[in-house]
């Protein structure tokens, strides 16, 4: 362990990321849009079971970075908050 380099930590909290393989289905938010903590941001579909993911913190939407009907792998980013 004292030889291995310390993981560098990254900041993903302006980011919702996919949380398991499946396909996107739907977004209920555009860019540019105003969100709160808790709010539906998209839905995604794995294992024929879809699951709505919600907003963490209340922001502004940047960017949707992946397009419906997309295959969404583990951790591949879908929305960008506004800083």
Do not use: W
Request: aromatic share 2%; with cysteine.
């Amino acid at each position: 362990s004292r030889h291995m380099k310390q993981p560098k930590a990254l900041d993903t909290s302006n980011l919702i990321l996919s949380p398991m393989p499946g396909t996107l289905v739907s977004y209920a938010v555009d860019d540019g849009d105003e969100v709160l903590a808790g709010q539906e941001i998209c839905v995604v579909e794995a294992m024929k079971m879809q699951n709505v993911l919600r907003s963490a913190r209340s922001g502004i939407i940047k960017k949707c970075h992946a397009e419906v009907g997309a295959s969404l792998m583990t951790d591949e980013m879908i929305v960008e908050f506004d800083s």
